[in-house]
């Protein structure tokens, strides 16, 4: 296993009401939130400083497969046998129903934005769907059951298969060529040629047909997802933000691949105690939170979380 050594770089003014009540969260990658709540199958988008963009209330439970791209974000329902895409603003620009031209659809995969693969359960087969010109690509042969089907991924001739429990990777001739037991898988990510695997606590990254590595963990976290800039945790009805790229570069500076010392502490909870601390006003820790004020005293509405992370990333390359 491989843990990042991070340290927290702001609690994200969100109200602890609206984190309660989340059933997931996600963040794309311009520093947006999406809270999705079962209580009412609401999707709300908020900025980083928790004001609320928009929001879709839904009439079933959906499954959000991704928000890396915000201009279009995919929704797959089981229960109304149907995909929706939705724009930055929160209002549906497509629709696809199912339920006349398939069985019945477990799970649905967005490639772009005219394919998509769709696991059929009545036929058992992996379906490869032009839904522009509502056409059938593809068919293969899938004769597998998933208990708690949590999603599905497909990405260069490989087919990736996540449960609650475990993740598994097939070819297309239904060759199984990796698997792994993994506990409260919730959905894939992919950055780049990465695939990486969102569950409760964490987030793993998948070697192919090797291994997974855990790149951000904490047990006492009840929601984490990641963008491109860092990694976002909901633990005690707050919401933290942790920066990846400077620690992921001294990971691969110092070489690291194998399992930390039994006895070193958990750096995330270390870092949330010093964070209670003050900074040194000379310290780089100390430039920072003064950065942040003089950002935020100046005009609120520009201390983006883009904005944090870009100063964050000027103090840290001249101080630390």
């Known amino acids: ?169 097939y070819t297309f001739k239904f060759e199984k060529i990796f698997e792994a037991d993994l506990e409260n898988g919730k959905r894939f990510r992919r950055e780049n040629e990465a695939v990486l695997v969102i569950t409760d606590h964490s987030v793993v990254k998948y070697v192919p047909e090797k291994e997974l590595v855990t790149v951000f963990t904490h047990p006492e976290a009840r929601i984490v997802d990641k963008n491109t800039l860092s990694y976002f945790e909901i633990k005690a009805n707050k919401l933290y933000l942790y920066s990846l790229e400077k620690n992921e570069e001294r990971m691969q500076d110092a070489g690291l691949q194998t399992e930390p010392d039994p006895k070193q502490k958990d750096t995330v909870q270390d870092a949330e105690r010093s964070e209670e601390k003050s900074a040194e006003p000379d310290s780089p820790e100390g430039k920072l939170e003064k950065k942040t004020d003089d950002i935020e005293s100046k005009n609120p509405a520009e201390s983006s979380l883009q904005k944090l992370i870009e100063d964050s990333s000027e103090v840290q390359s001249a101080g630390v």
């Open 1 to 169: 296993m491989l843990f990042c050594s991070l340290s927290a770089q702001k609690v994200l003014p969100l109200d602890t009401l609206k984190l309660k009540e989340a059933k997931d969260m996600l963040a794309d990658d311009y520093g947006n939130l999406y809270i999705y709540k079962n209580k009412d199958f609401s999707l709300t988008k908020y900025d980083s400083l928790g004001k609320q963009l928009g929001q879709m209330m839904l009439t079933v439970p959906y499954k959000i497969q991704s928000v890396q791209n915000p201009l279009t974000v995919a929704l797959f329902s089981e229960n109304a046998q149907e995909m929706k895409f939705i724009d930055q603003n929160m209002n549906e620009i497509q629709r696809v129903d199912f339920r006349n031209k398939f069985g019945f659809i477990k799970m649905a995969y967005a490639e772009d934005l005219q394919q998509l693969w769709l696991l059929d359960d009545s036929t058992k087969r992996l379906i490869q769907y032009n839904f522009r010109n509502e056409t059938i690509i593809n068919s293969y042969p899938f004769d597998a059951s998933f208990d708690e089907l949590s999603d599905l991924l497909v990405y260069e001739n490989r087919v990736y298969i996540l449960t609650k429990k475990q993740i598994r990777v």
